[in-house]
């Protein structure tokens, strides 16, 4: 008889058809299911007696998982780790930018280790280059209708109801923007759990023609997009890097021509700059280069003027909204500056113009996480809350409760004593402002009209700001149905 493994007396026993394997670190049987007539399951066969005789090695793919040595060949076909086939919309580094080695240095130290002087010239740059900025952003806290339910939910914690209020407030800052309507598409950028497009959809009731796009580079538990059932809204997830994601490759995107909002909560720092490269680059360029040959030239020569006429009114009708453009909109909850990287970001022009370039752009970003954490962790404390991330690194949280925030050397008792905690404040807010007013000039040089703005209570989320974009030809799109 196969030998099981010891168990405490609280734990009960394993369900029907299950693992008999106890897991330690997780307190609980293992949940996998057995072959008829095992107790265990094979990655812990080896548990069992009769399974002595066969060796189990770390899978070369994936370590956290073991296989039969015997059994390798076979499981590297299926292993869930294997590199798979890229799909159509996959185009390595699309979004990447450009990619200059010569501006980057190779080494550059930590903000702790530089002298004074270094630091105060740093600052002294960010001043001048913030001059005539505005640094008080208007307020746009807002909320909507479709959540109030939510919101009054007395089952709610002090968590759930911060990103209920966000949301909330995205959801009404779309509505303000006219963006909030049917035959288009939603694309959320670092969709994790995909909420944000669950209130979209639920506010948009029973909109025609509307689908959904989640992008996320990783798996995502406890997912709410394969939930939803309504006749007119469709959910699509994609797991991808936004660098290289082509949503001109996406088959609806291709085929309906839908117009394309894209919207983020708390997207990171490079992520945000890899999305509106997306959206406004790579997939606005290559719809008008689609749609320079008018549909004259495409139609049969024999074809009258009447029928080209006709044909022309019936493609609009059928295909494109009156108002039709590729990029209706960007509505995304700005987060993480520190995580930005001068080779992604989008605002190099705009540096280069006021005199900054490579090693300024990596050392305000640094700073820029000041905003969030000032001098107020200790060093200990940091060690402390660094461990704790680790050790939850692949929890399913949607956002940064903290702020988004890494605590760091650059955000300790380590530097000179030159600043108080309100002035690295200030200094955090000016970084923070200048990489975002790099993001404004490039989407204002791309035929957008931005802006910046907060969006909800500092004490609600200390990334609080919300970056807006509509197309100059069109201040709305239609939103008729």
């Known amino acids: ?123 002294k740059k960010l001043r001048k280059a913030s001059e005539g900025l505005n640094s008080t952003l208007k307020d746009h806290i807002m909320s909507h209708p479709a959540l109030q339910d939510a919101l009054n939910d007395p089952k709610n914690g002090d968590s759930a109801t911060k990103h209920l209020k966000q949301q909330a407030s995205i959801l009404g800052n779309i509505e303000k923007l006219k963006l909030l309507g049917p035959r288009r598409c939603f694309i959320e950028f670092g969709a994790g759990k995909g909420k944000l497009s669950h209130w979209v959809d639920i506010a948009l009731k029973d909109a025609e023609k509307v689908h959904f796009i989640l992008v996320e580079k990783v798996t995502t538990r406890f997912k709410v997009d394969g939930k939803h059932r309504k006749k007119n809204s469709v959910f699509e997830r994609l797991q991808i890097d936004i660098q290289h994601l082509c949503l001109s490759k996406i088959p609806v995107l291709r085929e309906r021509k839908l117009p394309v909002v894209g919207i983020g909560k708390h997207l990171c720092g490079v992520a945000t700059d890899l999305a509106l490269r997306c959206l406004v680059e790579t997939y606005a360029a290559s719809c008008e280069e689609r749609n320079e040959e008018p549909l004259a030239k495409r139609i049969k020569n024999d074809k009258t003027e009447k029928e080209i006429n006709t044909l022309a009114k019936e493609g609009n009708e059928k295909n494109v909204p009156e108002k039709w453009t590729p990029v209706a909109g960007i509505v995304i909850a700005l987060c993480c500056h520190h995580r930005c990287d001068w080779r992604h970001y989008v605002g190099k022009e705009y540096f280069r113009a006021l005199g900054l370039g490579a090693v300024e752009f990596h050392y305000f970003q640094r700073m820029s996480s000041w905003a969030t954490c000032g001098m107020r962790k200790t060093s200990l404390e940091a060690s402390t809350i660094t461990a704790k991330r680790k050790d939850n690194q692949n929890d399913d949280s949607e956002e940064h409760d903290d702020g988004g925030h890494r605590i760091t050397d650059d955000s300790t008792n380590s530097l000179p004593g030159l600043l108080t905690v309100e002035e690295k404040k200030k200094i955090g807010h000016l970084c923070k402002l200048l990489i975002d007013q790099g993001r404004i000039q490039y989407l204002q040089q791309k035929g957008f009209s931005p802006a910046l703005q907060y969006y909800t209570d500092p004490l609600v989320s200390l990334e609080n700001v919300l970056l807006t974009a509509l197309p100059n030809h069109s201040s709305s799109p239609d939103t008729t149905a």
Do not use: W
């Not at 005789?53 to 869930?80: F, G, S, W």
């Open 1 to 123: 008889m196969a030998a099981s493994v010891p168990m405490p007396h609280a734990t009960g026993f394993p369900a029907e058809g299950r693992c008999s394997y106890y897991v330690e670190k997780k307190k609980r049987f293992c949940r996998m299911v057995v072959a008829a007539g095992k107790r265990f399951c094979g990655e812990h066969a080896g548990a069992a007696e009769e399974e002595d005789t066969r060796k189990r090695i770390l899978c070369p793919l994936d370590p956290k998982h073991t296989v039969y040595e015997d059994q390798l060949a076979k499981h590297l076909k299926k292993c869930n780790s294997r590199e798979k086939p890229k799909p159509d919309f996959f185009i390595q580094d699309i979004n990447a930018g450009l990619k200059d080695e010569t501006e980057i240095p190779e080494q550059l130290v930590p903000i702790s280790s530089l002298s004074e002087e270094q630091l105060e010239n740093l600052i």
